[in-house]
């Protein structure tokens, strides 16, 4: 049995950062590339960040390069998503997901991958 659980959403400031967390259980995580997408209310899922399997390349969406940074710690079978200068329209609920493959420059949000969190709600207040 495969879960991803998201932790580290919550209520923050504009201009404040969070780290959101996702640890996976069932699977053999390095063999994973990991990802973190959103979905505002009222909008479709936007993809955010992936991670290859030992970290040893990233991708980021056009939206939150520069402010967003994806990370993992195989040995504790998490990855992260550093949140920086976020502002009101960062609120959304925001999604891990893990996948056996690398799509590189293709990441986006109607991927079917293997594997998705439950999301946690983050809220930017201004």
């Known amino acids: 049995q495969v879960q991803l659980v998201e932790s580290g959403g919550g209520l923050v400031q504009a201009g404040g950062s969070l780290r959101l967390s996702c640890a996976a259980t069932g699977i053999t995580f390095s063999r994973y590339c990991m990802a973190w997408f959103r979905q505002a209310p009222g909008k479709g899922r936007e993809f955010l960040a992936a991670i290859k399997w030992s970290g040893e390349g990233t991708f980021y969406g056009d939206s939150v390069k520069d402010r967003f940074t994806i990370s993992r710690d195989n040995a504790k079978n998490t990855t992260y998503l550093q949140m920086n200068s976020l502002k009101p329209e960062d609120t959304a609920v925001y999604f891990c997901?893990?996948?056996?493959?690398?799509?590189?420059?293709?990441?986006?949000?109607?991927?079917?991958?293997?594997?998705w969190g439950q999301g946690t709600h983050v809220t930017v207040s201004s």
């Open positions: 997901a893990a996948d056996l493959s690398w799509y590189a420059s293709r990441w986006a949000p109607n991927l079917r991958l293997d594997y």
